[in-house]
């Protein structure tokens, strides 16, 4: 299962809700050194809200690895130093289904439906103000920016999230609340338990 939506709108706590496994494709950005990351249009801000900003690649090959033999290496990133610290191994050891979360999920939807590994995938949304609240409160707790980027990230993507739903959806995600993707994630769940194979 792939969960995508925008930043702030729940996909870490609804995954950690759904009991399956996780897979956090937000350990996937790439390092703040980075040379080819994108940068916000007439700014010298690093856009972070960009797919170029993240290794699409990578986080595919884990997915795949995953649905392979259940256990992938795959890194820990921390947003606040906009780096990489280490490297863990996700295990899932035999679950069937397991949950790949991130801003970027939506990108891998074609991909994951052509290597055959796809179950849903879905986009959570919650309102433009509802996320900004979130994100903002979220962002200032865990330390991620500087408060002045925050809140420039946070009016901007406002401002974008109806465009940022559409792309997602564009690209195969299904937009729904919260209580619509635990319904989708039960029954995908169910599914893949009667057939007995392991897909994202």
């Given at each position: 299962m792939?969960?995508c939506?925008?930043?702030?709108?729940g996909?870490?706590?609804?995954?950690?809700?759904s009991?399956?496994?996780?897979?956090?494709?937000d350990?996937?950005?790439?390092?703040?050194t980075?040379?080819?990351?994108p940068?916000?249009?007439?700014s010298s801000?690093?856009?972070?809200d960009h797919?170029?900003?993240?290794?699409?690649d990578?986080a595919?090959?884990?997915?795949?690895?995953?649905?392979?033999t259940?256990?992938?290496p795959?890194p820990?990133y921390d947003?606040?130093?906009?780096a990489?610290?280490?490297?863990?191994t996700?295990?899932?050891?035999?679950?069937?289904?397991?949950?790949a979360?991130?801003?970027?999920?939506?990108?891998?939807?074609?991909?994951?439906?052509?290597?055959?590994?796809l179950?849903?995938?879905?986009?959570l949304?919650?309102g433009?103000?509802?996320?900004?609240?979130?994100?903002?409160?979220?962002d200032?707790r865990?330390?991620r920016?500087?408060?002045?980027?925050?809140?420039?990230?946070?009016w901007?993507l406002?401002?974008?999230e109806?465009?940022?739903?559409?792309?997602?959806?564009?690209?195969?995600?299904?937009?729904?609340?919260?209580?619509?993707?635990?319904g989708?994630?039960?029954?995908?769940?169910a599914?893949?338990?009667?057939t007995?194979?392991?897909?994202?």
């Amino acid at each position: 299962m792939l969960l995508c939506g925008p930043s702030g709108s729940g996909k870490s706590l609804l995954a950690a809700r759904s009991g399956l496994p996780v897979l956090r494709l937000d350990d996937f950005y790439k390092e703040g050194t980075d040379p080819s990351l994108p940068l916000v249009p007439q700014s010298s801000d690093i856009d972070w809200d960009h797919p170029d900003s993240w290794d699409a690649d990578a986080a595919v090959a884990a997915i795949t690895e995953l649905c392979r033999t259940g256990r992938t290496p795959v890194p820990v990133y921390d947003i606040a130093l906009s780096a990489r610290t280490g490297e863990e191994t996700v295990d899932i050891g035999r679950t069937p289904l397991f949950l790949a979360e991130g801003v970027f999920a939506a990108e891998l939807v074609s991909r994951c439906r052509d290597l055959d590994v796809l179950a849903d995938a879905l986009c959570l949304s919650r309102g433009p103000l509802t996320t900004f609240r979130r994100r903002f409160l979220r962002d200032l707790r865990e330390g991620r920016k500087s408060v002045p980027f925050l809140l420039r990230r946070g009016w901007r993507l406002m401002r974008r999230e109806r465009s940022v739903i559409a792309r997602q959806t564009a690209l195969g995600a299904h937009v729904c609340d919260r209580d619509e993707a635990m319904g989708r994630l039960a029954a995908a769940a169910a599914g893949r338990c009667a057939t007995a194979r392991t897909a994202v």
